[in-house]
């Protein structure tokens, strides 16, 4: 692979089940995000992670948990899924933490929490 | 008020015509990104910068720090030019997003 991944492309998930969203890089980068786009709205911040094993909440963190165990995947989990967090998940890297680096994102993950 | 604006939001051109898309922010930043999104979904940067102005093949982009101004332009625009573009601001170690602006540049 190369850049970022992320798995499933999309989803249709009835409210109160699990769901993770993977996502997977292999640029080695140290920092990971994950944001979510919902219409009419900029990319919001679920959470991020400035290297492994560390991990921090964004402006939109409810409901969503994250782990970082190590460089490559950067995982999201809704434990139990609200129609409200229907939207399009983008998971992206960059080489470190900080504003002056460039984000990668991943192609997106379409949930729809009915 | 939103943090960072952009404007217009919807924007539809001729092939050809220069583009010009603006983004207005209200805090101090370190800097500003400039991202494409494609209609399949994909995003991509265009430009990082913190100050005056950088070129890259048709696309040209400009800030001024003390308007808390920047602008996207795209000269001799082009049908796959089409796309959603977007402003982001790196302040206090985060990025603050505008919406976007979409752009249909039309045959």
């Known amino acids: 692979i190369a850049g970022i991944t992320q798995a499933p492309t999309s989803q249709i998930l009835a409210a109160g089940r699990r769901m993770t969203l993977r996502c997977t890089q292999d640029?080695?980068?140290?920092?990971m995000y994950w944001y979510r786009q919902d219409l009419g709205l900029g990319l919001r911040l679920i959470h991020y992670s400035n290297t492994a094993g560390t991990t921090g909440k964004g402006e939109v963190p409810d409901g969503y948990s994250v782990s970082r165990a190590n460089t490559d995947d950067f995982p999201l989990t809704l434990a139990s899924a609200v129609p409200s967090q229907t939207s399009v998940y983008f998971c992206?890297?960059?080489?470190?933490?900080?504003?002056?680096?460039?984000?990668?994102f991943g192609p997106g993950t379409r949930l729809t929490v009915l | 008020k939103n943090e960072v604006e952009q404007s217009p939001q919807n924007l539809t051109a001729q092939e050809g015509e220069f583009i010009t898309i603006n983004c207005s922010y209200s805090v101090g930043i370190s800097a500003l990104h400039w991202l494409q999104q494609h209609p399949g979904g994909g995003i991509v940067s265009l430009f990082m910068?913190?100050?005056?102005?950088k070129k890259h093949g048709r696309l040209i982009a400009t800030i001024n720090i003390q308007e808390k101004h920047s602008s996207l332009h795209i000269t001799a625009s082009h049908p796959r030019d089409s796309a959603v573009y977007i402003c982001a601001v790196a302040a206090n170690y985060q990025l603050i997003w505008g919406a976007g602006t979409k752009l249909i540049i039309k045959p």
């Open positions: 910068l913190s100050s005056g102005k």
């Open positions: 992206a890297s960059s080489v470190v933490a900080g504003n002056y680096n460039e984000q990668f």
């Open positions: 640029m080695r980068h140290n920092a």
